[in-house]
């Protein structure tokens, strides 16, 4: 049974044993001053210091919002060398801790993205945090400038302008020549748009800045030092923000990891693509291949690939699939061509969940059923027809919008364009994508081509108060890194070589499947609430290991759902009780679209 549905009253007892891991004995000081492992750590720089320290703590409004929460905007420096300039609007959302006398502080908490809502999971938090940290910490979410509630970045003037200039976007990845040519010229016009009517927002919107908003919020919400949860690409701003502030450090836990080296891009790797640095594609390949394997061992009976060698069988569906789309028609719904990028964007998008492995099953042996129409019954085939087609319309429905400007895609890339050194010029993608597919077979160029628009020649604004180092700063108190073995996004080896840069952290290691660890299993969820409420590390070389692992006892899809939900219906649901099953964190990661086969 998977840790969201069981109770998390024991998880992160100081000396427990989670699982299996065995946790250090606590060593901090009372929860009230965190920390009180000596060190002497790094300083803030002065520089940095003077940026965010003359800013006058802003006096929090905050109002009763969503029926449980509290919200507030506040603002802040556009760039922060003018603190009496220009301004941009930032929204936070609290839900403040059950237990008032006993409160240690507050809890930041980012999803990822770049560009994820941080009052979002703010609000979503009792659906997945445990019960202990919903006891003593305030939970914070910040809107990082640019996105969601805070004053939005927005590229193009207008709806219309916007959805012309994205007509080559709309797919997983460009495969044909057609589709490359149309990828590049909507990827220079966003480029372009962002580094001219986005401006000046697209020009401080680096996560440098992210890290000073959220330095004088931790001011504003009374917190001498930060205790703080970043998932996907908050991990980037954790790191950031421990290496801008190593002294303001109470405790940070990032939860896959970006190396943020490699995020940036140094030296002789500046003119590399960022996904050649950051391998993403690597850690989905691993997944992708280790699923096949165990599909193998658990034989037809669990894995309905595995009549044959499951490795054969995928990369057969996804050769057809490279000489052309293949039509699903199925009356009153129409037809539905999938293409080759449609079914390994469908794959990728499976490796985030746990469940993942059954539906890359569902999928490689319908669409198998499809290009081997003989090899199966009719009435087997007629089912592979109606699924897929069920998928694809799904997928076409949520891609049906217009009206109000969605800004999600310029979120990313103000942040991502501006943080970190892509190629000089969009047209060298195609070549570079393809050297990415040889490394890392089918999900090389998904990762590649996701950063198109920011290649030099189209995107030209920049942040000149952007930080690029150093990564390896002492903090206040220990960074706990928590590294999944088999994540589609954040590769595993990023964690190991994030740990290696700072002094003081100490890496988790997690045997589970999708992206993030938090909520997979007692054992990584214990030892980061442990680490949180008293200061516990965990063991060195600790090792977790998912409650879900593929083909083997299948939970319930409700027991490892993300608890991502739209705010209006988390407020309508009302605020979870003490007690209550836990869903995943609502994590947000950079995923390419995934094309027609949306899963579930």
């Known amino acids: 049974m998977p840790r969201t549905s069981r109770s998390l009253a024991a998880a992160g007892v100081a000396g427990l044993f989670l699982a299996g891991s065995v946790v250090a004995p606590a060593t901090a000081s009372p929860l009230s001053t965190g920390w009180g492992r000596p060190t002497t750590p790094d300083r803030t720089s002065p520089t940095e210091a003077k940026r965010v320290d003359r800013v006058p703590t802003p006096k929090l409004d905050w109002y009763a919002c969503y029926g449980y929460a509290e919200c507030a905007t506040v603002d802040l420096p556009l ?97 044909t020549k057609a589709e490359e040519n149309a990828y590049i010229a909507s990827s220079q016009a966003v480029g372009k748009a962002c580094s001219t009517t986005g401006k000046p927002l697209t020009g401080a919107m680096s996560t440098a800045e992210v890290a000073r908003d959220m330095d004088v919020l931790r001011r504003a919400v009374g917190d001498k030092k930060l205790s703080y949860l970043g998932f996907s690409y908050g991990s980037a701003l954790g790191q950031y923000y421990a290496n801008m502030f190593p002294d303001r450090v109470r405790a940070v836990v ?138 694809a319309e799904k997928a076409r429905q949520q891609r049906r919008f217009d009206f109000p400007y969605d800004n999600g895609l310029e979120t990313v890339l103000a942040v991502d364009c501006t943080d970190g050194y892509h190629p000089k010029k969009v047209g060298d993608w195609p070549a570079l994508s393809a050297a990415e597919d040889k490394r890392a077979p089918y999900f090389g160029r998904a990762w590649a081509w996701f950063t198109a628009a920011c290649g030099r020649d189209a995107w030209t604004v920049r942040d000149e108060d952007a930080y690029t180092g150093p990564f390896d700063r002492k903090t206040a108190a220990p960074v706990l890194v928590v590294g999944n073995y088999w994540d589609p996004a954040t590769n595993y080896d990023a964690a190991v070589s994030s740990a290696k840069l700072l002094p003081n952290s100490r890496l988790l290691s997690s045997d589970n499947w999708g992206h993030t660890a938090y909520g997979t299993s007692e054992c990584a969820t214990g030892a980061i609430d442990a680490y949180l409420l008293r200061g516990t590390l965990p063991k060195t070389g600790t090792v977790c290991t998912g409650d879900v692992q593929p083909f083997e006892d299948l939970p319930t899809e409700s027991e490892v759902t993300r608890a991502a939900a739209p705010k209006s219906t988390l407020a309508r649901e009302g605020r979870p009780a003490r007690g209550e099953p836990k869903r995943l964190p609502p994590v947000v990661a950079p995923l390419p679209a995934v094309g027609t086969l949306t899963l579930r």
């Open 79 to 175: 760039d922060y060398d003018q603190p009496k300039g220009a301004t941009t609007e930032v929204a936070l959302l609290r839900v403040k801790a059950r237990d008032q006398q006993a409160r240690i502080g507050s809890l930041f908490l980012n999803p990822g993205g770049p560009g994820g809502s941080g009052t979002d999971i703010a609000l979503a938090a009792p659906y997945f945090l445990s019960d202990e940290l919903l006891d003593r910490f305030d939970v914070v979410g910040i809107d990082p400038r640019g996105v969601a509630a805070s004053q939005n970045v927005k590229c193009f003037p207008s709806v219309k302008d916007q959805t012309r200039a994205y007509a080559g976007l709309n797919v997983a990845f460009p495969w």
């Open 254 to 391: 990032v939860d896959g990891v970006l190396d943020p080296n490699a995020w940036v891009g140094q030296g002789k790797a500046r003119d590399q693509l960022q996904e050649t640095r950051l391998r993403s594609a690597d850690g989905a390949y691993k997944a992708l291949r280790e699923i096949l394997d165990r599909c193998e061992k658990a034989g037809a009976e669990k894995c309905s690939i595995a009549a044959g060698d499951p490795h054969v069988a995928y990369e057969k569906v996804a050769n057809r699939l490279r000489q052309g789309p293949v039509v699903i028609e199925v009356p009153d719904l129409g037809s539905f061509p999938v293409s080759y990028a449609d079914f390994v964007g469908a794959t990728l998008g499976a490796l985030y969940s746990p469940l993942g492995y059954a539906d890359i099953d569902a999928i490689t042996a319908e669409l198998l059923a499809v290009i081997e129409p003989a090899s199966v019954s009719s009435a087997r085939l007629a089912k592979a027809h109606k699924s897929l087609a069920a998928r």
